[in-house]
């Protein structure tokens, strides 16, 4: 009996003490009830240059009408107010001014009576001008100026994480034109672009897909590097084909070089394609020519030409630039700009080169020359003539 009274005693102590506890939390509240509303769901952070957006979801609860949120370890914070809907709202706002690096964001929302949701907390990378100065431009792999024509921009591949190229340039008719070029292209041509202005391009980056700005390398310079003309080469182009021998498509060749019955200056041996003088079996050939003429703006320039090859010595065969409309004769070959002397077989499958300057825009004219007539015999076949220019 005495053991059942000392367990109701027990009993009635630990519920007189227990209610106790459960009360003590009404001195905090002054006995009022605790209230929270619907926190931000499924909360997201858009990177940007010294910004970012930060965005979520009210989902249920009708009474939302502010957010607020805080960064900076609560020493900032910005309020937003929330116009409800009937259903899910998107709610999306930008917080400026942020320093380049890592973020943390603390959000909750509140109703009009002041009630407040627990805290959501996310964060974000800020990116500024040490990252953009970081940022490496595409590589060009050369700037074509076709003469009365376009300009063509080759490319190397692309940096995967850039996402194209913003590129400016000027008319002849002084008109500024902007392109915008895409990583998968290779060739880009420029419209009526003026070959003595500079082309100016940056490669655009977004630090992630959903990044809200743009980011740029910078600014690269550029200006026309190589001038295209006509038949250039590798393999050339002939017209009025007989055997092996006919004419050169879109090449000046004067009646001394075609002496192949009236044809010359293409040699089409083993299916090559190649430009060619030859003295063999055939009439000599003096002062032959075989030239474009072609308007050239101010700067420096180089004639490049691949030999294929040179059988036996060279009488008197150049490669050379002339101002004005037509080459000159061998024995005045000191009137020319520039003029580089082809000898003999030690120039198989080498590179020539004549380099030369322009003080002014102007018309010159290049290509080969030779006299054929004691060395019998003799011939000379190019593979390929490119016109660069050197840009300082």
Same mark, same amino acid.
Not at 274 to 303: A, D, V
């Given at each position: 009996?005495?053991?059942?009274?000392?367990?109701?005693?027990?009993?009635?102590?630990?519920? *007189? *003490?227990?209610?106790?506890?459960?009360?003590?939390?009404?001195?905090?509240?002054?006995?009022?009830?605790?209230?929270?509303? !619907?926190?931000? /769901?499924?909360?997201?952070?858009?990177?940007?240059? %010294?910004?970012?957006?930060?965005?979520?979801?009210?989902?249920?609860?009708?009474?939302?009408?502010?957010?607020? &949120?805080?960064?900076?370890?609560?020493?900032?914070?910005?309020?937003?107010?929330?116009?409800?809907?009937?259903? $899910?709202?998107? $709610?999306?706002t930008?917080?400026?001014?942020?320093?380049?690096?890592?973020?943390?964001?603390?959000?909750?929302?509140?109703d009009?009576?002041?009630?407040?949701s627990?805290?959501?907390?996310?964060?974000?990378?800020?990116?500024? /001008?040490?990252y953009?100065?970081?940022?490496?431009?595409?590589?060009?792999? !050369?700037?074509?100026? %076709?003469?009365?024509?376009?300009?063509?921009?080759?490319?190397?591949?692309?940096?995967?994480?850039?996402?194209?190229?913003?590129?400016s340039?000027?008319? &002849?008719?002084?008109?500024?034109?902007?392109?915008?070029?895409?990583?998968?292209?290779?060739?880009?041509?420029?419209?009526?672009?003026?070959? /003595?202005?500079?082309?100016?391009?940056?490669?655009?980056?977004k630090?992630?897909?959903?990044?809200?700005?743009?980011?740029?390398?910078?600014?690269?310079?550029?200006k $026309?590097?190589?001038i295209?003309?006509?038949?250039?080469?590798?393999?050339?182009?002939?017209?009025?084909?007989? !055997?092996?021998?006919?004419?050169?498509?879109s090449? /000046?060749t004067?009646?001394?070089?075609?002496?192949?019955?009236?044809? !010359?200056?293409?040699?089409?041996?083993?299916?090559?394609?190649?430009?060619?003088?030859e003295y063999?079996?055939?009439?000599?050939i003096?002062?032959g020519?075989?030239?474009?003429? &072609?308007? *050239?703006?101010?700067?420096?320039?180089?004639m490049?030409?691949?030999?294929?090859?040179?059988?036996?010595?060279?009488?008197?065969?150049?490669?050379?630039?002339?101002?004005?409309?037509? *080459?000159?004769?061998? %024995?005045?070959?000191?009137?020319?700009?520039?003029?580089?002397?082809?000898?003999?077989?030690?120039?198989n499958?080498?590179?020539?080169?004549?380099?030369?300057?322009?003080?002014?825009?102007?018309?010159?004219?290049?290509?080969?020359?030779?006299?054929?007539?004691?060395?019998?015999?003799?011939s000379?076949?190019?593979?390929?003539v490119?016109?660069?220019? %050197?840009?300082?």
């Amino acid at each position: 009996m005495r053991q059942i009274y000392f367990l109701n005693v027990l009993f009635i102590s630990f519920c *007189l *003490l227990g209610c106790t506890k459960m009360d003590d939390y009404k001195r905090f509240f002054d006995d009022q009830e605790i209230i929270y509303i !619907g926190k931000p /769901d499924s909360v997201k952070v858009f990177s940007g240059r %010294e910004r970012v957006d930060i965005q979520w979801l009210i989902i249920s609860d009708p009474k939302v009408s502010s957010a607020t &949120i805080y960064w900076n370890n609560r020493a900032e914070q910005k309020k937003v107010d929330i116009q409800r809907g009937a259903g $899910v709202d998107t $709610v999306r706002t930008t917080i400026d001014g942020l320093t380049q690096g890592f973020h943390t964001f603390e959000l909750f929302t509140m109703d009009q009576e002041g009630n407040r949701s627990v805290s959501v907390y996310t964060y974000g990378m800020v990116y500024g /001008d040490n990252y953009e100065a970081s940022l490496p431009n595409r590589s060009v792999d !050369g700037i074509k100026y %076709e003469p009365d024509g376009n300009t063509f921009v080759s490319w190397l591949l692309a940096d995967s994480a850039s996402i194209g190229v913003s590129l400016s340039y000027e008319t &002849i008719l002084g008109k500024k034109r902007i392109k915008y070029i895409s990583n998968d292209e290779l060739t880009t041509e420029l419209e009526g672009c003026d070959p /003595d202005k500079q082309i100016f391009y940056r490669t655009m980056y977004k630090p992630d897909p959903m990044a809200i700005d743009t980011f740029y390398a910078p600014e690269i310079t550029l200006k $026309v590097n190589e001038i295209l003309l006509k038949n250039a080469g590798s393999p050339f182009r002939g017209t009025n084909i007989s !055997g092996r021998w006919g004419n050169l498509e879109s090449w /000046d060749t004067n009646t001394a070089a075609k002496n192949h019955d009236g044809i !010359g200056g293409f040699d089409n041996v083993n299916n090559g394609g190649f430009l060619s003088f030859e003295y063999w079996s055939t009439p000599p050939i003096i002062n032959g020519k075989i030239s474009q003429s &072609i308007q *050239l703006p101010s700067g420096k320039y180089r004639m490049v030409a691949r030999v294929s090859n040179i059988d036996y010595t060279c009488e008197a065969t150049y490669m050379l630039v002339c101002a004005g409309s037509n *080459l000159s004769n061998v %024995e005045s070959i000191d009137s020319a700009i520039a003029a580089f002397r082809l000898t003999d077989n030690f120039l198989n499958n080498k590179d020539i080169a004549v380099p030369f300057q322009l003080n002014t825009r102007q018309l010159v004219t290049l290509g080969f020359l030779s006299t054929m007539v004691q060395n019998n015999p003799t011939s000379v076949r190019i593979s390929s003539v490119r016109l660069y220019r %050197e840009n300082e």
